[in-house]
């Protein structure tokens, strides 16, 4: 099947600083990508959604100038933490469509961000 | 808005019995229901999906889930756990015309000897 990987798997930082993850479709192309928060034991909470070309449509409570996308190919999104702190420390996990409506959607491994 | 009850929130299973995760749905149309499995270290892997057609649906590794719409529920079933089986489980239901997936909280299956 499709597959979706992130890179890093892992990553720690100091408060401050920022942290870009990378999350690509590796046979197949992807217009449109979702961003998610998983924080430890509970549920996949949906960021925003990364339109190749365009730009990203962020849930509501997410702050857009914090957690920056930006899609720039059909097999490439990348999300930036800007100016990390503690609480936001999560484990960060992208997916991408392999079709329309309906269609299965493929997950990346996920990131583990950690920021001292 | 679209939400999705998964109400156990650990099950433990002796490996060889069956098993029943429940998930119910709140959903205005035809819902789009999903079931996925999370392992350590891997990414969501998808078990099987619903959206029209055949309420009773077959997914990978013998499980199976089934749609009530009088229910609201779409409970996942495997007649035979495995050790292998132990993983997180989450139901979800996708968004009208975005693709979106809303989660459940989640379900961890345990699986004793």
């Known amino acids: 099947g499709a597959v979706v990987s992130q890179h890093p798997s892992w990553v720690i930082c100091k408060s401050g600083t920022s942290v870009k993850i990378e999350c690509r479709s590796l046979?197949?192309?992807?217009?449109?990508m979702f961003w998610y928060r998983q924080f430890p034991k509970q549920s996949l909470m949906l960021m925003a959604t990364?339109?190749?070309?365009?730009?990203?449509?962020?849930e509501q409570g997410v702050e857009k100038d914090k957690f920056l996308i930006n899609h720039a190919s059909l097999t490439l999104s990348t999300l930036t933490v800007t100016s990390a702190h503690p609480e936001d420390s999560s484990f960060y996990i992208c997916?991408?469509?392999?079709?329309?409506?309906?269609?299965?959607?493929?997950f990346g491994p996920g990131t583990r961000l950690t920021v001292l | 808005a679209q939400s999705v009850t998964q109400p156990d929130i650990h099950i433990t299973v002796s490996e060889g019995a069956s098993l029943e995760l429940r998930c119910n749905y709140s959903y205005g149309a035809t819902p789009y229901l999903f079931w996925y499995v999370q392992s350590p270290g891997q990414g969501l892997q998808l078990l099987l999906k619903?959206?029209?057609?055949?309420?009773l649906v077959q997914g990978i590794k013998g499980f199976e889930a089934e749609f009530k719409r009088s229910q609201s529920s779409f409970n996942l079933r495997k007649p035979s756990v495995h050790w292998s089986d132990a993983a997180e489980y989450f139901c979800?239901?996708?968004?009208?015309?975005?693709?979106?997936?809303?989660f459940g909280t989640g379900t961890r299956l345990l699986v004793s000897p």
């Open positions: 990364s339109n190749e070309g365009s730009k990203a449509t962020y």
């Open positions: 997916s991408a469509p392999a079709g329309g409506r309906g269609d299965t959607q493929y």
């Open positions: 619903y959206f029209s057609g055949d309420t």
């Open positions: 046979d197949f192309q992807a217009t449109t």
């Open positions: 979800a239901v996708e968004d009208t015309g975005f693709q979106k997936l809303v």
